[in-house]
């Protein structure tokens, strides 16, 4: 069996920061007693459930990630405060 050349992504694959490189995420709409019909999982809107991602959504998932912890994080702090 022969590999040819054209049959690999030259781009560097990471492993999918939402779902660990499983592909799937807990659909978060009851588990057991799940009503979307995907019985407690559903397909990672990330990588698309498969597992992997390029460099540049990778980046791009890690910055969005940032920005929703800051705006967290300004929001407690105001919570606190008063």
Request: proline fraction near 1%; hydrophobic fraction near 25%.
């Amino acid at each position: 069996m022969s590999h040819d050349a054209d049959d690999y992504d030259e781009s560097e694959m990471f492993h999918c920061p939402h779902c660990s490189g499983f592909g799937h995420v807990e659909c978060h709409c009851g588990g057991d007693l799940c009503v979307c019909e995907n019985y407690g999982e559903a397909t990672c809107h990330v990588c698309g459930g498969e597992g992997e991602v390029t460099t540049e959504r990778y980046d791009r998932y890690e910055e969005n990630q940032r920005r929703n912890y800051a705006a967290m994080a300004a929001i407690l702090g105001k919570a606190l405060d008063e």
